[in-house]
């Protein structure tokens, strides 16, 4: 019973983590991208910043989603072998 506790609070905090990462990154990775990058260091238009800006958004969520399902799956691999030894 208890086992299978701390894997449920394992499992919810790594959803967590990566649903805060999945929030904040890819809005936070767009703002900075296009006023700093974009705009700043390449002299891009402004309309030009916020279709590189979203690419890079938008990419950074895909970043975000497969480093979930890796943790998730590793997660569930090891805790299915260390069941299984029981």
Do not use: C
Not at 47 to 53: E, G, L, Q, T, V
Not at 71 to 84: L, P, T
């Amino acid at each position: 019973y208890f086992r299978n506790e701390g894997s449920l609070t394992s499992s919810l905090r790594t959803l967590l983590f990566f649903t805060a990462l999945m929030i904040t990154l890819p809005v936070g990775l767009y703002f900075s991208s296009k006023a700093y990058v974009f705009e700043g260091t390449l002299g891009m238009s402004d309309r030009d910043s916020y279709f590189y800006a979203a690419i890079v958004a938008v990419v950074t969520v895909h970043v975000v989603l497969a480093l979930f399902v890796y943790v998730a799956w590793n997660e569930g691999s090891r805790q299915w072998r260390e069941g299984k030894q029981d």
